[in-house]
């Protein structure tokens, strides 16, 4: 219905977790590439400090950059933000989903009101903001992009991240319901994959991240947040409908394409074919490691 272009220039983008991170990046990023830009977190003081920056960057006399503060979490606060939008006339262009939060760790030590927070940053804030913000996204009358932050932790799930891997699998499930759902609106959804990037929630997460989960996905060395956003923002001006930000997690997204959009067809089918054989080698390594590490610890008791 609409071309596959993406053009920044004059968009109004609304981004959630917009206060740091791969979100504030991407505000960064896109302002700088004349789009207007609404970021949304739930701490005011952020928010204020962030649109201050953001506004530095200006690049012409009209450009807009404003915030929210909500916990999107809760569907009264994403009602607010619709109300904030629709009181303002404001039409959002593409609506990026960042918030997120990850506390890796074994699953015998994860209390409980950390799987809640889980789930309600992983998952319900995306969930919740996308059907409060539906009916300013099915109006037909401009193409539009919806932008869901899943991990490359999708394709992989792994030792350590029992609190957060589900709901990122959740979030891909998600984005692909709503890439039909939305397909009759001419609204391009979008799923992100990343991988490591550093940040203040990667920052956080480490403090807890056993030993051997650090290990595992050492395959996945951190770039700076502005790389990764670099890489979503001209991987979503080239069209594509899953991005992955580095090369491992490209090669596992290739490893598990089922009925999944694919960039490079050839190159991931031929890459899913060496996955079937050797997938299973990748992971009985790890397997070893887990126990090998299981054996020290019981010697040195
Ligand atoms: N960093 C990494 O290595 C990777 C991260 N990801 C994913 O990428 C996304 C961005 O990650 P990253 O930049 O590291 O995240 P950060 O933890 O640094 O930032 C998270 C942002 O979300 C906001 N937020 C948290 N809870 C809510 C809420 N209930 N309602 C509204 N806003 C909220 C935070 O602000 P406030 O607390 O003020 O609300 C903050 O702006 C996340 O979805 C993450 O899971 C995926 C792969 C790798
Ligand atoms: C031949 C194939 C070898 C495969 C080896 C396996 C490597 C696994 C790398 C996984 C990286 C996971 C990054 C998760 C990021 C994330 O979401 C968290 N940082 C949360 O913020």
Redesign the pocket.
Known sequence: MFSNKYNVDGRLVVI??????????LAKNLYLKGANVI?????KT??LNCVEEIKKLSQKEDQFVDYVA?????YE?CERVYEYLTLKKLLPDDLI??????YPQKFAKIPISKIDEGI???Y??AVYFVHAMLPLITEKVREQHLVL?????ASYAFYGYSQ?APM?AA?KAFGDCMRHELLPYGVKVHT???????????A??NLTKPALTKEIEGASP?IS?EK?AEIVVNSLQNGSLYIY?DFIGWVLGSFSLGLNPREWWFAQIFLSFIGSLVGRLVDLYHEHLIRRQSQEEAKQK
């Open positions: 959630t977790g917009g206060s740091q991170g791969l979100g504030f990046a970021i949304i977190s739930r701490t952020k928010l909500a916990d999107l979490s809760k606060d989903c960042c918030a997120g939060i990850a309600d940053i992983n319900k804030t932050c899943s991990s490359v932790i957060y990122k979030v992100l994959f990343p991988g490591n990037f550093e940040s203040e929630g990667y956080q997460e951190a947040a990764c930000t």
